[in-house]
């Protein structure tokens, strides 16, 4: 039988997830040898015993399928007859599964809001970031949000006012997050407090009382 049809025999058996294949060429006249392996010369073939080892890589350097059949086909054309056999074969490591990006900021808040009644009418929330090295040029972003810093975390706390009263428009809020997702700067936004329907009577908003302080 041909080589190229030997391997053409192999390849189908191989693990599903192989990357290398090693191979074992045994031509039938030792006095042969030295041509096959010139022949096989870009696959760097070693000598074993009266067999001639190589490999064949599926992705990433090496000999791959295609140029691994055009070599065999040379000794075939040659009429070097010889035994190919597989010696073993090398699986890829499983694939680690991708791990979800953090979702960003300006998406998180628009999902946020899309929890909300429809008649809600004030917010106390908090922006929550991975890293204080991102605290100043975050306070930055924000500053239309009015942000106050929380001194216990890499955190800020700001309000919200869906028509009127006292705090940022969730559109305007909406933009400054998204800044902070153009400039690469991670964290998390949190909805703390909700007040829907509130009517405003010689005041800004609503005021709620956190750790005995009024905000």
């Not at 086909?73 to 009429?79: G, T, V």
């Not at 998390?188 to 009517?199: C, E, K, N, P």
Request: with cysteine.
């Amino acid at each position: 039988m041909r080589l190229v049809d030997q391997w053409r025999r192999i390849a189908p058996a191989l693990p599903e997830r192989w990357s290398e294949a090693r191979l074992a060429l045994q031509p039938r006249d030792p006095a042969r040898r030295a041509r096959a392996a010139s022949l096989l010369g870009p696959a760097s073939p070693g000598q074993m015993g009266e067999e001639l080892a190589f490999s064949v890589r599926r992705g990433g350097d090496g000999i791959g399928v295609d140029a691994i059949s055009k070599l065999l086909a040379k000794i075939d054309e040659e009429r070097i007859r010889a035994t190919l056999r597989l010696v073993d074969a090398v699986e890829a490591a499983p694939r680690e599964e991708a791990v979800p990006r953090e979702r960003l900021l300006g998406e998180a808040w628009a999902q946020a809001v899309a929890t909300l009644p429809a008649d809600w009418s004030d917010l106390y929330c908090a922006l929550e970031l991975f890293s204080s090295d991102h605290l100043d040029r975050a306070a930055q972003l924000t500053a239309p949000l009015n942000p106050t810093r929380d001194p216990d975390r890499r955190a800020f706390r700001f309000r919200v006012a869906h028509s009127f009263g006292y705090g940022a428009s969730p559109e305007m809020t909406a933009r400054c997050l998204t800044r902070l997702d153009e400039e690469g700067i991670p964290g998390r936004v949190l909805i703390l407090r909700a007040l829907s329907d509130t009517h405003n009577v010689d005041t800004q908003g609503p005021v709620w009382r956190v750790g005995g302080k009024a905000v």
